[in-house]
């Protein structure tokens, strides 16, 4: 589903399939409890935006099972049919129940092709989902315009 803002900005949600998730531990919980993670994931957008993304996040995990993330991903594939790739920066954590709430912003200058001088931020929510391969499912809505402002 696809709406005006406003007459320069568009709104789309997409579901977000994690086809790949490989998880690397850069450093074990020490006495303070906290442990450095590194995730590797490929994603399968369909919705308003489809295509293929990869993506690294470091986290930040905590005893109580909740955790801090930065992210840096590109997507290759359509947006509202407009073909092409960017980058994008996310900042997100988790709750103990394992939810991953988030943000991304588009990383100006990164947009290709068709996409070209895309500009825009999203909100995502991951969640376990058992029903995948990776056990992860996600959605995300983003806000997007074209321009250099």
């Known amino acids: 589903m696809t709406r005006a803002k406003d007459a320069n900005h568009t709104t789309t949600q997409s579901d977000v399939a994690v086809t790949k998730y490989l998880r690397d531990e850069v450093s074990p919980a020490d006495s303070s409890g906290l442990a450095i993670v590194e995730t590797r994931l490929e994603e399968q957008f369909t919705?308003?935006?489809?295509?293929?993304?990869?993506?690294?996040?470091?986290?930040?995990?905590?005893?109580?099972?909740?955790?801090?993330?930065?992210?840096?991903?590109?997507?290759?594939?359509?947006?509202?049919?407009?073909?092409?790739?960017?980058?994008l920066e996310a900042t997100g954590f988790s709750d103990a129940s394992g939810f991953v709430h988030g943000r991304w912003e588009v990383v100006e200058g990164s947009a290709t092709d068709e996409l070209s001088k895309l500009r825009g931020y999203a909100t995502f929510v991951a969640k376990p989902d058992k029903s995948t391969k990776s056990g992860w499912s996600a959605q995300t809505t983003l806000t997007y315009w074209f321009g250099d402002a």
């Open 47 to 87: 919705g308003g935006l489809a295509g293929t993304g990869w993506a690294t996040h470091l986290r930040l995990l905590r005893a109580d099972g909740t955790q801090t993330l930065m992210c840096i991903a590109r997507i290759s594939g359509k947006l509202d049919g407009r073909a092409g790739s960017f980058v």
